[in-house]
């Protein structure tokens, strides 16, 4: 079984910043990859950003040069750090594993830009 737990979310400004936490146990195995996904009201779930093992990332169009992912294997833990936050951000973030035969989601962690 696999459990992953986001936290970090909140309240902030336009402009700020904010950092993610995608706490990971279990069966986990550091060579596949991880992900944050989230989802707007009204809007459906889509991709952030993914990173590999090796924290080979790869990001939306939307947030690109905003936010940056990457994990620290030793700890099972991913993180995103949300720059330059803007109001078409807020959404539910969740974070994802996937490896052969499941795949995994933490129960999202709220992210609200408003002034």
């Known amino acids: 079984q696999v459990q992953l737990v986001e936290s970090g979310g909140g309240l902030v400004q336009p402009g700020g910043s904010l950092r993610l936490s995608c706490a990971a146990s279990g069966t986990i195995y550091s060579v596949y990859g991880m992900g944050w996904y989230r989802q707007a009201p009204g809007k459906q779930r889509e991709l952030v950003a993914t990173v590999t093992s090796s924290n080979t990332a790869n990001y939306a169009d939307s947030v690109k040069g905003r936010f940056t992912i990457f994990r620290d294997n030793a700890k099972i833990t991913m993180y995103l750090q949300m720059n330059s936050l803007k109001p078409e951000d807020t959404a539910v973030y969740y974070c994802?594993?996937?490896?052969?035969?499941?795949?995994?989601w933490g129960q999202g962690t709220q992210v609200t830009v408003s002034s």
């Open positions: 994802n594993y996937q490896r052969p035969g499941g795949s995994y």
